[in-house]
């Protein structure tokens, strides 16, 4: 045992690695040796069995004696946890910090009670305070946390050199040095914020943590349990505080891990390995923070797989990111060792990085071998070689070589074996043979190679047929050849093809050298003569050449002539240009030149004007005063030429010609007349300048200038209407004016009439008046009609008639009213000014129609009145004509008349109840009756309705339901009756317990026994009807309440004693109990009294039994039921055992087992029926209340 009080030690650096031999560790030996490799620096203790503690300083290989073969546990100070990991067949122990274990991945199994305990202590690689060792507990007070855990089964990691070191730490990659600069970084936030408390109520100073890569190895043996974990080594320190065990053991960065949460995810599982691929899965990382652990959905992490074929070390190479847990790893290479890792990262929680996985792919066949080669032919042999492909981890048995025969066929073996290369011979000669390779091991053969030809040995071909021209150009030719004669199609033929320059003196040079039955020669000189050899090759040498031939290049494009010179003045209607050849003829003569005409305003139109020889030419039919373009362009043999510079004439300007005569812009006025012209067709080469327009009035008339300027028209003014004029028009440019336009004869247009005289007004009754008027003069048009303009107001009239008519009656008028109205003429000239304002007044008549009538209602009226018998009426007052209104006259009924006085209402009485009346109404003056105002149509309303039979139709001891009428019981669509429902309260008042449509009405909360006293009334819209009679009506008596389960105690072996609660008599009325038994299903009485137990004999052993009571109310009144019962209690089950076999029980043994809990089951279920059905039935209510009933 260890002691209590351990002294202090100095720093310990804890083992978290322990080896075992395998050759102890699964040998059959009863005793196995656990060697402890202890590093250099670092101090292992132990405690022995006699309670003391021994401390050994590496470097040291510690052997320890396991005493039945089995691994002892691990006891370690709070927030670290054991797991044994599994490796090539070495298991070590690994200590972790709680929140990189896993424990869904590694079940903690019991340890054996009688191994002793090894204490690790926690590794450190900075300065440590003094730790306590805490001392082991027994098997049963061992926390499953302090446990070794055992990995899954299927996946083996390698084994990994260890370190012995403490400088040789890999080089960390970029993710992990920002985590380390990050923590550190906070670390000296803490210190200089003062937070730093004593070590007794704060923890500890938050030590290094040394982060690596997947494929980094940490000395001490630490890489190999942190690298599937994220690559993260945390340290912790172990410092004295007061409080539980769990309290003395401070941990590392406690403040950092209240704010950080960290992710841990567990080692790969791959399955399905195949030759190259297989499928790799892991499980949901788990998250801890402040020592709890959190489990997360899929989505809220991505994974990525990341594998390498060169060691742990190696690189690796990711292949996935996504967010599922298990992925199949496709295009692997065949046994071949592979290693994977699977690193979560979420967006609020830092990336782990898993455990290493170890695999090796299948073994398969080969992979294609390359194409055999040639080494050697004849005309009747070819001898090939060729090399092994990859065996894919099956060493290559045999090669299968297959050949076409030279027929272009299918492939047919000619080898296999294990050589590696191969002659075929009796070969026919300069024929082209086909062939393939495939490669065979144990497992399979491989794919064949691609096909290679190779031909035999043969013959010089004969001399070819000369190199024909396909087609010359300027500085290159296109030739063709054919293939010798009595040469096979698949022989392969090389050819030559040699030329000479015409004058070189260089003789014949190689211009190609190929396959091709032609070819293209570039870079030629133009307009020469070459000629040309053709040799033919095959394997076997070279042909004789073939008939020299020549062929020769086309000449070039001539360059563009000289720029075209004007010879001689220029005209206004043509112009004469020469030019002088061009520079370059492009090896031949010029043949023809062109000369090309444009207009500077064309937009760029060329027109050929003239071809020849001749280097001059005369260009006719121009325009005066138009600039043209001039280009030359030469042809020969070898094409066109380019156009040459371009040079601008411009011919001389002229007059310009004839305008066509003026035009009338618009309509011609009485006095001026609107004249618009044109330019002439033909302006003479320059711009028109102005315009000279003249008039006269007859054709003897000498001719006078109204306008000169640069206008197109012109309004001549001061003219006589309806006279005819005579205008001619000349243009004039910067040459000179033009001749005269023909002449334009036109008119004035006649004037508007004057201005009317004063119209005379005649009133022929109060609605009618005559006007008249006098015609003015007309100004040279006759006037075709007249307009009459009407209103009341002088400034705002408005036209009434239009016509030749010079007088007009005006209908429709108001009496008493004032008008106005004047005059104008029109012809078709326009229209005159109006004449003087009329004014006259109508006389006063009998008043205007009633306009608005309408009914009062009810609230409208400020005094009540029986709207059965009346209806009141009310209307505007119309207009009284100029005479004030004295009364009205109304009509209702069947032409009944009702004048009344100077008033807007009216409450006509005495009429029928619920009839149609129409009513019209008419105003009176001192002039007369008006006339009646439109009908209106309005009903009486009925009486009153008379209150309804009242009848209860169901009794209970708490309600009534009380119906009245015929109807529905539920008023489904709206009712015009309503009624009104009173029960009479304990102070002899009728209260209301009802108001509504309804036909029917439950009274509830009522007291048993007990007569209530009800009476009725119905309303409508004509008003309130009477109440009814008052009607009695009792409730019945309540039944007994419902007993709690009876209880059941054995008096012997076979007798039971049943008991239940009594229950106080009911208003003086007795109780009487009933006791049912059922052994089965069915329940059967077997008493019924007063009392409240009842001894039952005769039960069987080993059967089950249940009983129930329930409480009935014998009444003492006659008239009532004698006896009423109440609702049974809950079963009670009861069974009488025994220690012999005791036959079995009739009834159904597991049905009777199940009864208790079937039977609560049953109340559950109708107690969830009972609340869904009331809150439906809450709703219905509501809907009907709020949506049917208002």
């Known amino acids: 045992m260890m002691a209590d009080q351990p002294p202090p030690l100095e720093a310990t650096p804890l083992l978290n690695e322990v080896p075992l031999l395998p050759h102890m560790v699964n040998g059959d030996s009863i005793q196995q040796v656990i060697l402890v490799q202890v590093n250099p620096g670092e101090t292992f203790t132990i405690t022995t069995e006699d309670g003391h503690m021994q401390c050994i300083q590496g470097p040291a290989h510690v052997p320890l004696m396991s005493p039945n073969g089995s691994m002892p546990p691990i006891f370690v100070p709070p927030g670290y946890v054991s797991q044994v990991v599994e490796e090539n067949g070495v298991r070590k122990v690994v200590v972790v910090p709680h929140s990189e274990f896993h424990p869904s991945m590694h079940p903690p199994p019991p340890p054996p009670p009688h191994v002793p305990h090894y204490v690790p202590h926690p590794h450190a690689l900075l300065p440590h305070p003094p730790h306590p060792v805490f001392p082991p507990v027994g098997t049963g007070e061992l926390p499953p946390q302090f446990l070794h855990q055992h990995p899954p089964p299927h996946v083996f990691q390698e084994q990994e050199p260890r370190s012995h070191g403490r400088t040789n730490f890999i080089q960390r990659d970029e993710r992990s040095l920002k985590m380390q600069e990050h923590l550190k970084k906070r670390l000296k936030d803490r210190q200089a914020s003062g937070h730093t408390n004593n070590k007794l109520n704060s923890p500890p100073s938050s030590p290094h943590k040394v982060v690596n890569s997947s494929s980094a190895t940490i000395p001490n043996g630490n890489g190999k349990g942190q690298q599937g974990a994220g690559g993260a080594l945390k340290q912790k320190q172990i410092g004295k505080t007061k409080g539980s065990p769990d309290a003395e053991m401070g941990e590392s960065d406690t403040e950092s891990k209240k704010c950080d949460t960290h992710l841990s995810i567990g080692k790969p599982v791959v399955s399905d390995i195949q030759a190259r691929s297989a499928v790799l899965s892991w499980n949901l990382p788990v998250s801890s923070q402040n020592g709890e652990s959190h489990s997360h959905s899929p989505a809220a992490f991505t994974f990525e797989v990341a594998i390498s074929n060169s060691g742990k070390n190696g690189k690796f190479k990711s292949v996935y990111v996504g967010e599922e847990l298990t992925i199949t790893l496709p295009d692997l290479r065949p046994a071949t060792d592979y290693h994977a890792r699977v690193s979560a990262t979420s967006s609020s929680i830092k990336e782990s990085i898993s455990e290493l996985v170890s695999f090796t792919t299948e073994s398969c066949e080969p992979d294609c071998p390359a194409a055999p080669k040639l080494i050697n032919r004849t005309k009747n042999s070819l001898s090939l070689q060729w090399k092994s492909s990859n065996d894919n981890g099956s060493k290559i048995t045999n090669f299968l070589l297959e050949w076409d025969e030279g027929k272009s066929g299918p492939f047919k073996e000619c080898y296999y074996g294990h050589l590696k290369q191969y002659k075929l011979t009796k070969l026919s000669p300069s024929t082209r043979y086909s062939l393939r390779l495939a490669a065979k091991n144990d497992i399979g053969m491989s794919g064949f190679s691609e096909p290679v030809s190779y031909y035999t040995a043969g013959i010089v071909p004969p001399a070819p047929a000369p190199p024909v021209l396909l087609e010359a150009g300027v500085t290159w030719m296109a030739l063709r050849w054919m293939p010798p ?182 309509r011609a006025k009485a006095k001026e007349i609107p004249l618009q012209w044109g330019p002439p067709a033909v302006d003479g080469g320059s711009d028109i300048t102005e315009y000279i327009l003249e008039m006269a009035n007859s054709d003897q008339d000498e001719h006078r200038v109204v306008y000169q300027g640069p206008a197109a028209e012109y309004v001549v003014t001061n003219l006589l209407p309806g006279r005819t004029y005579s205008f001619w028009i000349r243009a004039g440019n910067k040459v000179g004016f033009g001749p005269h336009s023909d002449k334009a004869e036109l008119s004035t247009a006649p004037g508007p009439p004057e201005q009317c005289c004063k119209p005379l007004i005649t009133c022929k009754s109060a609605t009618c008046a005559v006007v008249s008027w006098e015609s003015p003069a007309c100004n040279g048009a006759e006037i075709t009609e007249y307009r009459l303009d009407w209103g009341q107001v002088e400034g705002s009239m408005h036209i009434i008639y239009t016509g030749p008519c010079q007088s007009y009656e005006v209908k429709g008028l108001t009496p008493a009213t004032t008008y106005y109205c004047r005059v104008q003429a029109v012809n078709v000239a326009g229209v005159g000014l109006f004449g003087e304002t009329s004014v006259v007044t109508t006389p006063p008549s009998v008043p205007a129609a009633v306009a608005v009538l309408h009914l009062l209602e009810e609230e409208q009226m400020d005094i009540s009145a029986p709207f059965s018998t009346c209806l009141a009426i009310q209307w505007e007052e119309p207009c009284c004509h100029g005479a004030e209104i004295t009364g009205y006259n109304i009509e209702y009924g069947e032409k009944q008349l009702v004048t009344v006085g100077r008033s807007t209402t009216h409450v006509l009485e005495n009429l029928l109840p619920d009839t149609l009346y129409r009513i019209r109404i008419q105003a009176i003056n001192s002039l007369g009756v008006g006339p009646f105002s439109h009908s209106m149509k309005a009903k009486t309303k009925p009486l009153p309705p008379d209150p309804p039979h009242l009848e209860c139709v169901v009794f209970s001891y708490q309600s009534l339901k009380l119906k009245w009428g015929e109807g529905p019981s539920r008023a489904l669509i709206t009712n015009p009756t309503q009624f009104n429902l009173q029960m009479e309260d304990r102070f002899g008042r009728f209260v209301t317990v009802y108001n509504g449509p309804c036909h029917t009405y439950k009274v509830q909360r009522l007291s048993e026994s007990t007569t209530y006293y009800f009476r009725i009334q119905a309303y409508n819209d004509a008003g309130e009807g009477g109440f009814s009679q008052v009607y009695a009506f009792t409730t019945t008596k309540s039944p007994p309440a419902s007993l709690k389960a009876p209880k059941a105690n054995q008096l012997e072996e076979n007798t039971y004693e049943i008991t239940w609660e009594p229950l106080q008599p009911m208003k003086g009325d007795s109780i009487v109990y009933i006791l049912q038994l059922a052994a089965g299903r069915e329940f059967d009485q077997v008493y019924k009294g007063p009392e409240t137990s009842f001894r039952l004999p005769g039960v069987q052993s080993n059967c089950e039994y249940r009983v129930r009571v329930c409480a009935g109310r014998q009444s003492q009144d006659p008239a009532g039921p004698p006896e009423l019962l109440g609702p049974y209690s809950p079963s009670t089950v009861f069974s009488a055992q025994r220690h012999e076999q005791s036959p079995p029980c009739p009834s159904a043994g597991p049905e009777q087992a199940q009864g208790g809990t079937r039977l609560r089951e049953e109340r559950l279920i109708a107690i969830v029926l009972l609340c869904g059905f009331a809150v439906v039935a809450i709703l219905f209510a509501v809907v009907i209340q709020y949506f049917v009933i208002k």
């Open 485 to 666: 004669p009595g040469v096979s199609s698949d022989d392969s033929l090389t050819y030559t093809l040699d030329m000479e320059e015409e004058g070189s003196g260089y003789g014949f040079q190689p211009q190609y050298n190929g396959d091709e039955l032609s070819c293209t020669l570039r870079n030629l000189r133009r307009s020469t003569s070459y000629k040309f050899r053709l040799f033919a090759y095959n394997s076997e040498g070279k042909s004789s050449p073939s008939e020299v031939v020549e062929h020769s290049t086309n000449p070039d494009k001539p360059g563009p002539p000289s720029k075209p010179v004007v010879k001689g003045k220029i005209h206004s209607h043509s112009v004469k240009v020469a030019w002088e050849p061009p520079k370059d003829n492009g090896g031949s003569d010029i043949s023809k030149y062109f000369l090309e005409i444009s207009e500077a305003s064309a937009g760029g139109k060329w027109d050929t004007i003239y071809s020849g020889a001749q280097r001059e030419h005369v260009c006719d039919h121009l325009r005066p005063g138009t600039s043209y373009r001039l280009r030359v362009s030469c042809a020969s043999k070898g094409g066109e030429s380019q156009a040459s510079d371009v040079t601008t004439v411009t011919t001389a300007a002229v007059p310009p010609g004839p305008c066509h005569p003026p035009a009338l812009a618009g």
